[in-house]
Each structure stands twice: as structure tokens, then as C-alpha cells.
């Protein structure tokens, strides 16, 4: 076989050829089969398979966020190029078939003439020379079938008639070129130059120019692919991307804006800036809690929320605010105002420790007498405006201290003189001003105010004051007019009551005592709650009686003792009494 382009050829034996092919001069054609290569629906289902391809990968995970491949990278876009360059050289090559077919100056076909079989479906013709013929025999149907070693040929005829005639004219043809020389043998070819060129002939060969484009046809594909697959990739992710934040905005929740975070990349700043924080802010707010919304602060530093968080945070505040109201205890509110002291909910705050107050007052009067139901509202307003301290795991009030005051005894030294003249003086150890002094009462003073703290504790919250016994205050002194702290002062005189007893067995001369008890509960600012306690206090005759003789002063500690603590006594449950109605414990 033998390719000669027909373009090169000289133009005699061009018109020879095309003569040839059309019958009009010998050498004629013994067979034909008209008909093109099927080059161009090739290259057509190339083009085909490749952007069947370029849509598979398009799809390949679009829009979607689960997918790895919901974004391609960067890599991937050379398999958009080389898909795209493949369709478009497809197209472009099918194109050129088209072109070069429709230029052509002869019929396509296959041509077999007496001393060679012409392929003449495209420009380059392929020449087998009949002396190559392996063998020629009837095809499948009306069909003749040639054989050049390896390359077979088929001519369809129109009835099966005519098979063994081709058959014959085609042996007959090969066997006559046996005997012939090469130069009777180029008179039955076609391609040989003509003995006599005709003088009609032009002088110019038949040749094509091809145009630009299909002389380029390569370097248009390799464009259309930069440019078709690159655009595409660029396209496809972008849209990928728009999808896939569509979807997340649409389900707006949490999850999904984390998923598109995993793999989206033009909405990545307003999702984690904006879409993100507002899901997760709605699930903070969700458990009306400050905690959550601070846990999403600390998640969520920056965001272009500021004002919802703010205003969340807010709405948080003021359902714990509610909360701790509702509670109605100094600990649950009181510990909000510590816990969150940036609330900015300083009216609401007051408004809640006004009515927690005005409770506490309303619960202390129910349980108190007069005059300390009247002396309470000033006391707890006071407390109020002092307010509570954290201290010992919760709020406590203002310490108020419970102090006493012994006040020298106007009497007592005349006393002491009545008591010398009396036949059963029993000497200087026997004289009751000997027995009423300081060291004799400051340990009863201290059990007094143990008991009054722990009635007056009893009655009022710890959140609204502590009672504490304090220092004893000067007698010898004028009583402060007032004390920085509210105070509870307990004063009291020891007088002769003008009674006695004298008994010789055992011997000794005793008096009776009055104790005048005042009490001044100070508080700064207001009206001080005082009463008065006098009490009176028989010489306790049954305990001399089962006396036994004593030193001298012996048994006088121990009457006068006696009667000093039944007037502690009388003081403690008497005052208590006027803070809690009866003395009962106040209602809670």
C-alpha cells in the first residue's frame, strides 16, 4: 500500500484520476463504493464521551456538604482542562473531517480499477496495487470481497447476480497484469501521467488551502480547554459553594453551619461571623441562662452580633433576676447581684430588695409586740441602706453588738452603813456592795447576751443583721449619743430594796435588791428603741435556812449571786418576750 496526496500530484494526472473515477475515460473503475471514513462521527462521540464525563464531575458531590467533593481541588482542574480540551478537540476535529470532505474534487469511495484499488475517502489516497491481491471472493449477502494482505475491502452490489461476474472481472484483472510490463500496466492506471496532456488542461494542480482555523484546529482545543474547563471548575465550585450555604442557611441551625465550615469558602466570614454565632446564640438562649451565654462568648469571641449578644446576655439577667425574685431569700438575690455585678439591671435589682425588705419587716412585726413593731421599720431601713456583706458562705447583715452598761448604785453606801449598825453584822466580807461589783457580774452579763443574740437571731435573718455580744460600755461614763454601728445597750443600776433579814444561825444581815434594767437599741440615723425593767429581789430565805455555818461572806456571794441571776434572767426573757409575741419564735 502506497499513500500519495492528492494535492501533490500533477495536475495532468489529477484529471486523469478524477476522469477515471467518473467513468468518462479509461482505465474505468471495475468496482466502487462510494462512501467517507467515519472519522468524523468519531471524533463526534469523543466530544460526546468527554462532556458526558465534565457533567459526571461537575456532579460529583455538588452542593453537597457531607461530600469530600462538594468542593474540587485545585488539582481536579486539570481534568476539567483536559475533558474540555478533549470535547473541544472533538468537535474541532469533526469539523475538519466535515470540511475537508465537503472540499474535496472527487466523490469519496473506495474505486477499484485494473491495476490497483483506490481508498479515495479523504485527500491522501492510499493506492493497493492489484498485483497485491491475496484473494478475492464472494462476501457475506451481494458482496465481493478483497483481500490485500491483511486489509480487506467490501463492495456491496445490487443483486447477488453480479457477485461471480466482479468475482471474475476482478481475477481476470489481476491475472492480465501478470504478462503486461510496467509500461503497458501504467495505461490501466489511473494515477499514471497521461501520454498527451490535454491542451485544455489549466496549468495549476488541484490544491486546498485550508483555513486558519483548521490549521490551527490544536492550539484551539488546548485554548477552549484552558478556557471552557478552567471556567468550569471555577463555576462549578462557586455554585458548589452557593448551594451548599443555601442549604445551611435554609436548615439554620448549628450542625449544618458547621458542616459548611468543614468545606465552604466564599461564605466562610459572614457564616463564622454572622449565621454560625446566631444559631448557637438561640441555643444558649434556650436554657435562659447567664452561664450559656457566657460558654458562647468564650466560643464566639468575635462576631457582627455584639447587640444580640448583648441584648441575649440581658434577657438571660433578667430571667435569673426573676428567678432569684421569685425565690424571695437574701441569699438567692443578693448572690445574683455578686455573681453578675455588670447586670445593668440596677432598678429591677432595687425594686427586688425593697420587696424582699418590705417581706422581712411585714414577717418581723407579725411576730414582734409593740413598741418594737414600731421600732422595726426604722431598724430595717437602716439594714437596707447598710446592706449585707458575703461572709461565711452567705450574706450576713450588719453586726449589731449587745453590750451592757453597770451604772454606779446611788444607795448602795448607805446601804453598807445600815448594814454595819445591825447586831448580826458579820463583819466587812458581809457587806453587799463587797459582793455587787463587776467581777461578780460581767460573767452573767456575758451568758445575758449570749441568750439575747441567739433569741434576737432567731427572729431576724442573718442577711438583715448579726447579733454579736460586745464590749462592755463605761458606766462611770454619760451613754454615747449615738454609735456608728446599730447597738443594743443594756443598763442597769443595783440598789438596796429597803427590805432585810437578819438570822443568827447562821449569822449574817441581808438585803433585798432592786436592778433597773434600761434598754437603748441604737441605729444611726434613726429613732432608738428603749424600754425599762425594774426588778425587784427577795433575800432567798429556804437557801439560809439550809445553810450551814460558812465563813464570813461565803454565803452572801452566794445570795446576792442568786439574785443578781434571777434579775438576768428576768431582763433576758422580758425583752426577748417584746421581739417575739409570748416569747414564741417568730413566724417564718
Known amino acids: 500500500m502506497t499513500e500519495i496526496d492528492f494535492d501533490k500530484l500533477e495536475r495532468p494526472v489529477q484529471d486523469s484520476l478524477l476522469d477515471s473515477m467518473r467513468a468518462q475515460f479509461a482505465p474505468r473503475p471495475i468496482l466502487v463504493r462510494l462512501g467517507v471514513k467515519r472519522t468524523m462521527e468519531g471524533w463526534l462521540l469523543l466530544a460526546a464521551a468527554a462532556l458526558l464525563a465534565l457533567v459526571v464531575l461537575c456532579l460529583a458531590g455538588y452542593g453537597d456538604a457531607d461530600s469530600p467533593f462538594s468542593i474540587h481541588p485545585v488539582w481536579v482542574a486539570a481534568v476539567y482542562v483536559a475533558l474540555a480540551g478533549a470535547c473541544a478537540l472533538g468537535v474541532i476535529e469533526a469539523m475538519v473531517q466535515r470540511a475537508r470532505q465537503a472540499s474535496l474534487p472527487f466523490v469519496p469511495g473506495l474505486y477499484l480499477f485494473p491495476a490497483n484499488l483506490i481508498d479515495a475517502r479523504q485527500r491522501k489516497l492510499c493506492v493497493y496495487p492489484l498485483t497485491d491481491l491475496a484473494s478475492v471472493a464472494a462476501g457475506k449477502g451481494t458482496s465481493v470481497v478483497l483481500d490485500f494482505k491483511g486489509h480487506a475491502f467490501e463492495f456491496p452490489l445490487p443483486d447477488a447476480a453480479r457477485v461471480a461476474e466482479a468475482v471474475g472481472a476482478v481475477e481476470a484483472a489481476r491475472d492480465a497484469l501478470a504478462p503486461l510490463s510496467e509500461r503497458e500496466r501504467t495505461r490501466l492506471d489511473p494515477l499514471a501521467a497521461p501520454v498527451v496532456a490535454s491542451p485544455l488542461t489549466a496549468g495549476l494542480a488541484l490544491r486546498r488551502a485550508a483555513p486558519t482555523w483548521e490549521r490551527l484546529h490544536l492550539a484551539l482545543a488546548v485554548v477552549a480547554g484552558l478556557l471552557v474547563g478552567g471556567g468550569a471548575f471555577l463555576v462549578r465550585n462557586a455554585l458548589s459553594d452557593a448551594r451548599m450555604l443555601a442549604w445551611a442557611r435554609g436548615r439554620d441551625d448549628v450542625p449544618s453551619y458547621e458542616k459548611y465550615l468543614v468545606r465552604g469558602q466564599r461564605g466562610r466570614d459572614e457564616v463564622s461571623r454572622v449565621h454560625l454565632p446566631r444559631a448557637a446564640l438561640r441555643v444558649a438562649l434556650q436554657s435562659r441562662t447567664v452561664e450559656s451565654i457566657e460558654a458562647f462568648k468564650k466560643a464566639f469571641p468575635a462576631t457582627e452580633i455584639p447587640a444580640e449578644v448583648q441584648a441575649a446576655r440581658q434577657t438571660a439577667l433578667a430571667a435569673e433576676l426573676a428567678q432569684a425574685r421569685s425565690e424571695g431569700t437574701f441569699t438567692a438575690l443578693f448572690g445574683f447581684a455578686e455573681k453578675y455585678p455588670d447586670h445593668g439591671l440596677g432598678p429591677e435589682l432595687e425594686a427586688g430588695k425593697k420587696a424582699l425588705y418590705a417581706r422581712a419587716l411585714a414577717r418581723y412585726k407579725a411576730g414582734a409586740a409593740e413598741p418594737v413593731s414600731a421600732f422595726l421599720p426604722g431598724f430595717v431601713a437602716a439594714s437596707q441602706k447598710i446592706g449585707p456583706r458575703k461572709a461565711d ?94 447597738t443594743l445597750v443594756i443598763n442597769y443600776r443595783v440598789e438596796p430594796s429597803g427590805a432585810a433579814y437578819a438570822t443568827k444561825k447562821p449569822r449574817g444581815i441581808f438585803l433585798g435588791l432592786l436592778f433597773f434594767f434600761t434598754t437603748d437599741f441604737v441605729v444611726p440615723g434613726g429613732e432608738p428603741l428603749r424600754t425599762k425593767v425594774t426588778s425587784s429581789q427577795r433575800v432567798p430565805v429556804p437557801m439560809l435556812k439550809d445553810a450551814a455555818t460558812a465563813r464570813p461572806g461565803t454565803l452572801e456571794a452566794q445570795i446576792y449571786q442568786a439574785m443578781s441571776k434571777e434579775a438576768f434572767a428576768e431582763i433576758r426573757d422580758h425583752y426577748l418576750a417584746a421581739w417575739t409575741k409570748k416569747g414564741e419564735a417568730p413566724p417564718k
Open 393 to 486: 458562705g452567705g450574706f450576713r447583715g450588719p453586726a449589731v453588738e449587745v453590750r451592757f452598761r453597770h451604772v454606779p448604785s446611788k444607795e448602795m453606801d448607805r446601804a453598807d452603813s445600815l448594814v454595819r449598825q445591825n447586831p448580826m453584822f458579820n463583819g466587812t466580807p458581809s457587806l453587799p456592795s463587797e459582793h455587787l461589783v463587776d467581777a461578780r457580774f460581767e460573767p452573767m452579763e456575758r451568758e445575758t447576751a449570749q441568750a439575747i443574740v441567739a433569741g434576737l437571731g432567731a427572729a431576724i435573718d442573718p442577711e438583715v443583721a448579726v447579733f454579736t455580744p460586745g464590749a462592755r460600755v463605761d458606766g462611770a461614763a454619760d451613754l454615747p449619743a449615738s454609735f456608728p454601728a446599730p
